[in-house]
């Protein structure tokens, strides 16, 4: 059985992927097989590993995310073989994977963590940059130090925390919906954050957690602008932090929200003169009709007719599972979002084949109070979980669904405010079946509870409300709270209290 790099590899476990989801499931299972060889396969020879883990109650946790190199996994995890090299086939009736540098591996049972990429509005224009990763990232900076104009696109964590952080550069957002940050708020929270947006002064920004490695070499060969095919490991929730985002203007804010609408168009400097048309100056007041006198390198038309020049354009709009690699010559379940299908034990519809984080698609009847979002938390649960339904079906034994996916719980920071939400809380798939009550204390907190039939089922909370581990607890116990009325979020009144 010689393969072009000699015979072929064997273990009882391989992992492809070195984001959090690949990284925590190899981990897992080389602590629960401390005698077997666990491979792990990544194309980047720096891993994602979770760092200073806090479990903040039943079903929230907080983490940060450290790129190490792989040789830091191997040390703690004797039993870990990381391969770096990028997957060119799988054949899962052979029970075989082929890496591109010729080698290949058979395994007993397979996770696949491979993630997902950024969906660009447009491929391969230069002047159209998506960011998902640390190296996006940095290619993102290099280009914003001489941008005095940039388009941004996408309503997610992503674009939303981009935004915030850009100054001395006008940034015109597209965004398809109402109101910002539609994948975490609501127009109520978007406008308790909007004051955030236009305020002059910031903040001092709390320094970046995250230890950068950077990859030797790989910045003096002025490489192409994070290439697509280039995947680098998703962004952390500080990923900005540490970063100077900053353009080549002198004041701090200047942004010019355009609400739904998207792209329809984008043209070069060429293409807009032949055109002959006309594009915007970045609107002063209210009522924009100035025109433009400026020559941009490049011009987006949106949806709505207004046409503006820039010097670059980001597409935050989203991810797609990254699946091409593992497709060919395999009948793989795929969802509609474009996701491998798994089972409630993790396993795609191919035997021995599972998949976890951002790659697969929750196939299972959910929780009513859980969802699927391609988050950092999720692809660490997936993971570890994997990783114990790898174990239990390789010992014979039973395994019950894990806690993690009886509610729906996400940290992290917007605009400086610690944000947290839970359970279906944007009313997701409820229809008009349900009622909102609402807390706002400009400034400082924003407390939102989506309720049905006396019941809550979801909350945002923005600012130190401390109300998450109460909450959290209400929405898995489902007790009936119409009694309480109004008063279940009347600030006089300590809920805590009555529900510990």
């Given at each position: 059985?010689a393969?072009p790099g000699?015979a ?5 476990f391989a992992?492809?992927g070195?984001g959090i989801a690949?990284v ?6 080389a602590?629960e097989?401390?005698s077997?060889?666990?491979f ?8 994602k590993?979770?760092t ?8 929230l ?5 450290e ?5 830091l ?13 990028r997957?060119?086939?799988l054949?899962?009736d052979?029970?075989?994977i082929y890496?591109?540098n ?11 963590c491979?993630g997902a990429?950024?969906?660009?509005i447009v ?7 998506g960011i998902?990763?640390t190296?996006?990232a940095?290619?993102f900076q290099?280009n ?7 388009v ?17 550069c ?9 109101a ?6 609501d127009?109520?929270?978007a ?15 709390i ?8 990859v030797e070499?790989s ?11 280039k995947?680098?490991s ?6 900005h932090?540490?970063l ?7 004041f ?7 609400i739904l609408?998207?792209v329809k168009?984008i043209?070069?400097?060429?293409e ?6 006309t ?5 002063k ?9 400026v020559l941009w390198p490049?011009y ?7 046409i503006?020049?820039?010097n670059?354009i ?7 599972p990254?699946?091409?690699?593992f ?12 996701g491998?299908r798994?089972?409630?034990h993790m396993h795609t519809s ?5 998949a976890a ?7 299972w009847?959910p ?11 999720q692809?660490r ?19 019950d669904?894990?806690?993690s996916?009886e509610?729906?719980a996400?940290i ?13 809380y944007n009313?997701?798939g ?6 909102l009550?609402l ?17 809550m089922?979801?909350?945002v909370l923005?600012g130190?409300?401390?109300?998450e581990?109460t909450f959290?607890n209400?929405i898995l116990?489902q007790m009936?709270l119409?009694?309480?009325g109004?008063?279940l ?8 209290d009555?529900?510990d």
């Amino acid at each position: 059985m010689a393969g072009p790099g000699g015979a072929a590899a064997r273990c009882r476990f391989a992992v492809v992927g070195g984001g959090i989801a690949g990284v925590t499931c190899a981990e897992k299972l080389a602590a629960e097989f401390p005698s077997e060889d666990i491979f792990l396969m990544t194309a980047s020879p720096v891993i994602k590993a979770v760092t200073n883990f806090k479990q903040v109650s039943k079903t929230l946790e907080e983490f940060d995310v450290e790129e190490q190199p792989s040789f830091l996994l191997e040390k703690q995890y004797p039993n870990i073989r990381v391969i770096q090299s990028r997957v060119k086939q799988l054949k899962s009736d052979e029970h075989k994977i082929y890496t591109e540098n010729g080698k290949e591996y058979i395994y007993e049972k397979l996770c696949l963590c491979a993630g997902a990429k950024p969906k660009l509005i447009v491929e391969g224009n230069p002047y159209v940059l998506g960011i998902r990763d640390t190296d996006s990232a940095q290619a993102f900076q290099k280009n914003l130090a001489q941008a005095e104009r940039i388009v941004v696109v996408g309503n997610g964590g992503i674009a939303l925390e981009l935004v915030y952080e850009i100054q001395g550069c006008e940034v015109i957002w597209a965004i398809k919906d109402k109101a910002i940050g539609n994948t975490f708020f609501d127009a109520g929270a978007a406008e308790f954050l909007i004051p955030k947006l236009t305020a002059e002064s910031q903040e001092t920004p709390i320094e970046c957690k995250r230890t950068k490695y950077t990859v030797e070499g790989s910045e003096e060969k002025g490489r192409p602008t994070a290439a697509s095919d280039k995947l680098g490991s998703a962004l952390g929730p500080d990923w900005h932090e540490g970063l100077h985002l900053k353009g080549t203007k002198e004041f701090s804010h200047k942004v010019h929200i355009e609400i739904l609408c998207e792209v329809k168009q984008i043209h070069s400097q060429q293409e807009f003169i032949q055109l002959q048309r006309t594009s915007l100056a970045f609107p002063k007041g209210e009522k924009n009709v100035e025109l433009d006198e400026v020559l941009w390198p490049v011009y987006v038309e949106l949806t709505n007719g207004k046409i503006y020049g820039c010097n670059f354009i980001v597409s935050a709009t989203g991810v797609v599972p990254n699946v091409e690699p593992f497709l060919d010559g395999n009948n793989f379940a795929v969802a509609g979002d474009g996701g491998l299908r798994v089972d409630r034990h993790m396993h795609t519809s191919l035997p021995d084949v599972y998949a976890a984080g951002d790659i697969c698609t929750a196939a299972w009847e959910p929780s009513p109070v859980w969802h699927q979002m391609r988050l950092w938390t999720q692809a660490r649960q997936m993971g570890w979980y994997a990783a114990k339904c790898m174990a239990a079906d390789a010992l014979g034994e039973a395994i019950d669904m894990d806690f993690s996916f009886e509610l729906f719980a996400h940290i992290t920071k917007f605009f400086n405010y610690k944000v947290v939400v839970l359970g279906k809380y944007n009313a997701q798939g409820l229809g008009s079946d349900h009622e909102l009550m609402l807390r706002c204390t400009k400034g400082q907190e924003y407390v939102k509870v989506v309720m049905q039939n006396g019941r809550m089922v979801g909350a945002v909370l923005i600012g130190e409300t401390d109300l998450e581990e109460t909450f959290e607890n209400l929405i898995l116990n489902q007790m009936d709270l119409s009694a309480y009325g109004e008063d279940l979020l009347n600030p006089d009144i300590d809920i805590e209290d009555y529900f510990d």
